[in-house]
């Protein structure tokens, strides 16, 4: 499979915990993005990498999330001290730069704070 | 900014009718459009794009999407709808030209729901 896939895909944990979740994009795509999408919303941008570089970052990310891409490949992106409103559907996309910027998006990882 | 607006939140259709989803935008400078599709518990896949060139663009499954500058718009629509295109609708923009273009901005879907 050569698609964009993310794990876990679905987590449950309790208020306060710190999360971490994966994404390993399309191989040869050298940007990856994060979104967070809420019931009945659509997608909100978070923050996207350009190879290891992060180049942008939405106000919706406080202090608690952090995202990483280390090697310009996989990224993860870290909750930390996990809140109720934090629930949502975690997704991340790739694309490849100068192709009309054509997201792909993977699964999601569902989130669930108790 | 960019923003989008998805007029309809639900559109209810029976098997085999016309479907139109309405989109319309709000952008300063030039734009790439989308329309994704996502089934329940999936993430989303890319129905059509229009970059530039011409303004009827023709996607998977029998969709196609014309864009209308003067309107800033750019509806979705299929001739003839079956069951397994029950599904979220969702619009998006991404402001600027190849190799600036970023992140998309989403409408807050359109929920096409098929009956027979």
């Known amino acids: 499979d050569t698609g964009v896939s993310q794990n876990p895909r679905h987590k449950i944990t309790k208020r306060g915990q710190n999360v971490t979740f994966r994404c390993d994009p399309i191989?040869?795509?050298?940007?990856l993005y994060w979104y967070r999408q809420t019931l009945g919303q659509g997608p909100e941008f978070l923050t996207y990498f350009q190879n290891e570089a992060q180049l942008e970052k939405s106000r919706l990310l406080s202090d608690r999330f952090s995202a990483e891409r280390p090697k310009g490949s996989f990224s993860t992106l870290e909750i930390q001290r996990t809140e109720q409103g934090d629930s949502a559907m975690y997704l991340c996309?790739?694309?490849?730069?100068?192709?009309?910027?054509?997201?792909?998006f993977g699964p999601g990882t569902r989130l669930t704070v108790l | 900014a960019q923003s989008v607006t998805q007029l309809d939140s639900q559109v209810p259709v029976f098997e085999e009718a016309p479907v139109e989803l309405r989109c319309n935008y709000s952008?300063?400078?030039?734009?790439?459009l989308f329309w994704y599709v996502q089934y329940p518990n999936q993430g989303l896949q890319l129905l059509l794009k229009y970059l530039s060139g011409s303004t009827l663009v023709k996607g998977i499954n029998g969709f196609e999407a014309e864009f209308n500058k003067s309107q800033t718009s750019f509806h979705l629509r299929k001739p003839s709808v079956h069951i397994s295109d029950t599904a979220e609708y969702f619009c998006a923009v991404s402001e600027g030209q190849t190799g600036t273009a970023s992140k998309l901005t989403f409408g807050t879907g359109t929920r096409l729901q098929v009956t027979l």
């Open positions: 996309a790739s694309s490849l730069v100068g192709r009309g910027n054509e997201q792909f």
């Open positions: 952008s300063s400078v030039s734009v790439y």
């Open positions: 191989s040869e795509h050298n940007r």
